[in-house]
């Protein structure tokens, strides 16, 4: 059983630039989410998505960022135009459908960003 | 008011000892709970989940509920110093299956 895989583990752009993070769930999981941390506080809550649909996206997530998950299996996060506030690591998790409470989520290594 | 609230440490408990993480909720209708474990530069590590009162146990990790007080703990006994990381406090919001994060307490194992 392979965990979440995220890719690049690091990435260092300049302000400006686009990056594109990608992120492979346990198979079998439909449930995929994206979170962001920054130093020194929990991880939050970006977006979600149950198969390929994106069920939920948070207020955090500006129309600079969008997520895709085009056939239910890896999905991608793409930041445009990124400014210093989105240094941060970003969290991917999965987790299968279950229809009581919360599923328990699986995380990924996670994508280090630094924008200089 | 913070949704999940923990207090960052660190807590420092000598090698052997109990040591002791507590965490409070805002959202009285939260019905899943669980303890995440991050080393440092690390991803979160699931340790519990506890979705009922009262005490669960898994090893030398025991997670405790009290939905009435809106509060829920993880024990760790016989810490080592391996145990030393960031332990995060994680709740569902009841909608969509997002977790809620506190901003974790750091736990020093000493020698």
């Known amino acids: 059983d392979t965990g979440v895989s995220q890719n690049p583990r690091h990435k260092i752009t300049k302000r400006g630039q686009n990056v594109t993070f990608r992120c492979d769930p346990i198979?079998?999981?439909?449930?995929l989410y994206w979170y962001r941390q920054t130093l020194g506080q929990g991880p939050e809550f970006l977006t979600y998505?149950?198969?390929?649909?994106?069920?939920?996206k948070s207020r955090l997530l500006s129309d600079r960022f969008s997520a895709e998950r085009p056939k239910g299996s890896f999905s991608t996060l793409e930041i445009q135009r990124t400014e210093q506030g989105d240094s941060a690591m970003y969290l991917c998790?999965?987790?299968?459908?279950?229809?009581?409470?919360?599923?328990?989520?699986?995380f990924g290594p996670g994508t280090r960003l630094t924008v200089l | 008011q913070k949704e999940v609230e923990q207090n960052s440490g660190p807590l420092s408990v000598p090698e052997g000892a109990i040591a002791s993480l507590n965490c409070t909720y805002s959202d009285r209708v939260s019905q899943s709970f669980f303890w995440y474990r991050q080393y440092s530069g690390k991803s979160p590590e699931l340790i519990m989940s506890i979705y009922s009162n009262g005490d669960k146990e898994d090893g030398r990790f025991t997670a405790q509920l009290n939905k009435a007080s809106q509060y829920v703990s993880l024990l760790i006994r016989d810490s080592q110093p391996s145990d030393s990381a960031t332990y995060l406090c994680?709740?569902?919001?009841?909608?969509?299956?997002?977790?809620?994060f506190g901003t974790g307490t750091r736990l020093q194992v000493t020698l």
């Open positions: 994680a709740v569902d919001t009841g909608t969509a299956s997002k977790l809620t």
């Open positions: 998505f149950q198969n390929e649909a994106q069920l939920e």
């Open positions: 998790a999965s987790s299968p459908s279950r229809a009581r409470g919360a599923d328990t989520q699986y």
């Open positions: 198979s079998e999981h439909n449930r």
